[in-house]
């Protein structure tokens, strides 16, 4: 056991040489910074000025959804064409193509969830120097200037974004090699100021008619990073854009990177960079890649939210900018730079955050309406070792009355990490143990990487062989790396035909040992190859026509789209999926949920958990989670406890551990941790019904469900750069201890006019102000938002299924004018039937007047449910002399309550109203 | 997770089923008899904990009006609430509330599930005997394994007493052999003083007669020229020593350096006399190298002359010889004396029970990897490549101070990958066999074996029986 574990360790030691150390921090040198990337050193080389680019007006064509216009590189002369749309929705989409490229150029598919529905443009005025077009409202407007080239949307005489105005368009003709010979790979500072100059040479020669011949620069054709050469058959191909955003001083997005909220200016060192990789033992407050990669940045000041969405899937590096623009107004210079592909920006104007979210989620689609129990918690770890294992963990949580959902199987678990597969001897009964989680309302997670062991004896691998559906080398035979499993495979999931393929897999009589209550977990899907170049794939491998640096960054999306198409079509269509990645891009939140890989037992982690899923719920991907406690490396009970509090209020509360690590179940850290950690949990199963009725929101409307507080209070300055809370939906604000040995934090409620209530004393606070809270172990800061009405299901079980029928409590948290509202959506739980059947209930609650009354939201769907309402709290209330109910049917009865001053609580006993009906409570 | 042992699965001995009258008709849900009296049917009921006074029928209405809980005995309602199992014909136990209707059979009599769609069977009586077969069986294998507990707690003891007969006759040698190294001692020295006496006698003679400054008559042996650089008398030269004794021919003034010094001896740092003679001895007395401090010439080539001198010479050597053979008997006594006392000073259990596991061990097989437990020495895992690797040396019993024999501990086994080093736990069992029943590794190079044996046997000190009740 540990030996052989012990023994695969040293091998990825030794198989990837330097990519582990010994000093348990990422290793910087085996992933490139710019400099080390020859496109990104090429572009970066380039500096602000006058664009070589000329809009031809006299090609401009304008259809009903699109207007078309060449754009001509006065220094080469090759022609590009940009294709502009206005988008249904307040979006202008922004296309630039070669015009005649010698072959096609990668133009992302399938993130897209429908082709965007376009507007009328129109053309307000034109003469030879500008295009001004309406886009719709009173006075947007889009204007297109030819020399040189840039766009600018305008409101009013207001400019909010400007296109190119710095002149950073670069876009490199695809082109024919000049010569056979290789050029090497060299270092390029001196080289590049011979660049400069030949470029500046080439403006003042603009005016000529002859193209330039073009010298060919270095790592053009090829280029080599530590020992792996990056063969260019096609040649250089990156593509850069500038924007500027006049009067914005706050831009945030681009995941994944272990950084804060708000994102920093990239003056004087790297750019973020998105390009999905396996890093290892990831360093925090850094621009360097992660797992997954959504390139969408969103902006933000008092007036005005907006978003761009960069949809290229190539390795893209980011800069960004900000400081004085010119007439002493802030600016965010924002540029984009990508390997190969085409530009297609989307730009979403808002205006407020809220309008962005509706956006961005009509283009890529919105968070997965998850089962029910998948917001429960998640007991994890690297490895449970064997069913008794498994049935003693499970055991565990029982006899230390601790709820839990789903139990999880990491790589162990298979016969040599040959995915699909059971260990023999340890898992002999896969099936009587999933009965066995079963018969307690329980579920389980096995993991299923897309690295795929070559082995002729192993049925899927030597089926993909066959079909032929795994990545091809450069030189056409199957791609082969080392992950896990030794030398293994990948099949390519950018081909549908082998996604149908993969779904099919996860088939009851396929899978064998899989029953209904088994779900999975994507790991290692950027994907990670140990002998790769930075730990992933060559990019000049093939997917079909594609080479790999075309589509890197989708990887990880196809095959949560496929792993979570498997599970559906396994249920005939009638489950709802839980897939687990850590690889993702645009539109990953259609498919499952996320989290933010191998963290560190380290406070600093904990930390970060909040900005890194803050960040993922920007960009539409809801469904996110740290690893409770840290992967790697072994916390302290204070630690562990402090996560468990932090990560019961994050969307997937999940612990994992490594398996070096001490075992870390809650209740091995005497009985006063097990208590806190036992409190922290049950505190999230009683808000169940609220996580559920935010990822129904999130599902229908894209809203994040875990907020940063400038989207709920955009105009107060204030909330801009805070990342040490944030918001649930709307109304709970979370602001969780992550200091070690705290005494106290400071929480700011926000909101001028908000009140704010304590869920745990009820205690009442006035918005907009920083409040001390003294902490002790057992301190979790949570307020809810006066005005709203919070439903918990407080009587606390074994799993979130057992639960099902339970009875509701209601939180009626009164605003200053005596007010409050809040929904509550019920459901199976767990199939589509909402969809298909519309079997849900959808209510509104409302307190106004004294009168708490319950009304439908969607009179035309059905749900017959059995829960009921045994208590309502109302918060901030003042002591009526009675209370009344007034049933669906018009009979009165009187209710009993209670009521106490010190508190401002009135606790109405038992209304026993069905959950699903029509009532009204009275106070008098 | 490793301090609450079990006494064995012994302790439910005899079934004894009570019969309790019928003294209420109205049934309260999930109440023992003992709590009968708190819910006696009056107007009004009072929370358990005193803290509030309710209407009686708020009791078991499926709504928390009591903090204890006490009111909603029968129901969901109360999270800090306990539902009472009567489990008549097997053995009842409380459940907390949480679990009654959560879709879920906890009381084998079903009662939990009163309101549930899950279809909960009755199987208390079957569960009942087939316990009270299980208990009736146990009770017999209970008996024979105390029974086979006892004669290894006699075997004990005659190993307790062969071990402290060993050990009298071991100090006895040992005691003789002391004497015996006195005498001996005295012996040496006296056959050495004789032959160094002869020897000044004749240096003095022969450089009267032979007034040469560069003589070349020592009269010395190995031994003496060894005992005489042994500065520590450890009966081994050192480095230090020779640095210390010897000096270059030319230049006596300067010291060697210690790689010299190695050189002299051979490439060892330390040299017995065998080696001596072998290596620093032929440099002595080839004499152009080094020499001994404060001497001059080559020793060791006297005794040839004279047969007075070779004689006496002889004599010390053998009385050296004799004293040796004897410091080498006491030594090994003596190191079988200290192994003795350390395996005497272990902790057997109160009775010795445990002794007799020491020199044995026990294996198991588990997958690829063959375990070994020596009790009271050492674990190890053997793979298939033949690789063996410490899992930890004996430490300390680990059981809770209530039952500490329950549980060894082994430590500081090879460290890890990145890691401490490995250690085992091992928990005792009851059993008829002494044997390895399982191992584990919950985390990462800490295992957990499970070592059967009688002498974990308890004999049952109450008696939880299965009982009924109404």
Known sequence: MASFIERMCLYRVLVLSVFLSITQAVDRSNFKTCDQSAFCSRQRAMKPGQSSYTALLETLELSDSHLTVQLLNNNNKVLLLLELYRLQGNMTRVKINELKPIKPRYEVPDVLITDPPTELMSVLAQDEHRVVLSLGGEDWRLILSAQPFRLDIMEGPQVLLSLNSRGLLAFEQLRIRKDTKSQTDTEEAGEKEDTEKHDKEKVSEGEEEEAEEEVDQPGMWEETFKTHADTKPNGPSSISLDFSLPGVEHVYGIPEHADGLKLKNTDGGDPYRLYNLDVFQYELFNPMALYGAVPVLLSHNTHRTMGLFWLNAAETWVDVSSGQGSSEVPQTDVRWISESGIIDVFIMLGPRPNDVFTQYSSLTGTQAFPPLSSLAYHQCRWNYNDQEDVSAVDQGFDEHDIPYDFIWLDIEHTDGKRYFTWDNNKFPQPKDMLQGLLDKRRKMVTIVDPHIKVDSSYKIHTEIRSRGYYIKNKDGGDYEGWCWPGNAGYPDFTNPEMRKWWASMFAYDQYEGSMENLYTWNDMNEPSVFNGPEVTMHKDALHGPWEHRDIHNLYGFYVQMATAEGQIQRSGGLERPFVLTRAFFAGSQRYGAVWTGDNAAEWGHLKMSIPMCLSLGLVGISFCGADVGGFFKTPSAELLVRWYQAGAYQPFFRAHAHLDTPRREPWLFGPDNTALIREAVRQRYTLLPYWYLQFYHAQRTGQPVMRPLWVEYPEDIATFSIDNEFLIGRDLLVHPVTDERSSGVTAYLPGNGEVWYDVHTFQRHDGAQNLSIPVTMSSIPVFQRGGSIICRKNRVRRSSSCMENDPYTLYVALDSQGNAEGEIYIDDGHTFKHKTDKQFIHRRLSFTANSLSSSDLSPDSQFPTASWVEQVNILGAQKPDAVTLTATDGGESSVEFEFDPDTAVLTLRKPGVNAGVNWTLHLR | ?470
């Open chain 2, 1 to 470: 997770m490793f301090t609450n042992c079990s006494l064995g699965h012994c302790h439910i001995i005899v079934a004894v089923v009570l019969w309790s009258i019928c003294v209420d008709s109205r049934k309260i849900r999930g109440i023992s008899l003992s709590y009968k009296r708190f819910y006696r049917e009056r107007k009004s009921f009072l929370c358990i904990d005193g803290s509030k006074m309710i209407p009686f029928d708020q009791v078991n209405d499926d709504y928390c009006d009591c903090m204890d809980g006490s009111d909603e005995p029968g129901t969901a309602a109360c999270p800090t609430g306990r539902f009472y199992c009567t489990n008549l014909g097997y053995r009842s136990h409380y459940i907390p509330s949480s679990r009654v209707n959560d879709g879920i059979c906890d009381c084998c009599d079903a009662s939990d599930e009163y309101r549930s769609q899950t279809p909960c069977q009755n199987t208390c009586r079957n569960l009942g005997q087939r316990e009270r077969a299980e208990v009736e069986g146990q009770t017999r294998v209970l008996g024979e394994r105390l029974r086979l507990k006892q004669l290894l707690i006699e075997e004990g003891v005659l190993t307790w007493r062969e071990k402290q007969a060993q050990l009298r006759d071991l100090q006895r040698v040992s005691d003789d052999l002391q004497t015996q190294l006195d005498d001996l001692r005295k012996e040496e020295a006296r056959r050495k003083e004789e032959a160094d006496a002869l020897r000044e006698r004749e240096i003095g003679a022969r450089e009267t007669a032979d007034n040469s400054p560069t003589s070349h008559y020592r009269p010395e042996s190995p031994i003496s020229v060894f005992k005489e650089l042994d500065s520590n008398r450890d009966g081994s030269i050192t480095v230090d020593e020779v640095q210390a004794k010897l000096s270059p021919v030319q230049d006596e003034e300067h010291a060697l350096s210690e790689d010299e010094a190695v050189a002299l001896l051979g490439g060892a740092h330390r040299v017995d006399l065998s080696r001596f003679e072998e290596t620093l001895w032929t440099s002595l007395r080839t004499g152009d190298s080094v020499t001994i401090k404060g001497r001059r010439g080559v020793p060791g080539s006297l005794a040839d002359e004279d047969p007075n001198i070779k004689a006496a010479v002889s004599a010390a050597e053998k009385a050296s010889a004799d004293l040796k053979r004897v410091e080498d008997a006491y030594e090994t006594v003596y190191m079988e004396i200290r192994d003795l006392r350390e395996k005497l000073s272990i902790d057997y259990g109160s009775e010795r029970e445990f002794l007799f596991l020491h020199d044995q061990c026990f294996q198991l097989k588990v997958y690829e990897y063959i375990y070994e437990l020596c009790p009271f020495s050492q674990v190890t895992q053997k793979s298939a490549s033949g690789e063996v690797v410490s899992l930890g040396k004996w430490g300390s019993w680990a059981g809770p101070p209530e039952n500490p024999y329950c549980q060894m501990r082994y430590e500081s086994g090879e460290p890890c990958w990145q890691g401490p080093t490995r250690n085992t736990m091992v928990m005792l069992i009851c059993g008829t066999e002494t044997a390895l029943r399982s191992v584990k590794e919950p985390s990462k190079c800490q295992y957990v074996m499970e070592l059967q044996t009688p002498v974990s046997c308890q004999p049952a000190l109450r008696q939880r029986g299965v009982h009924s009740e109404l």
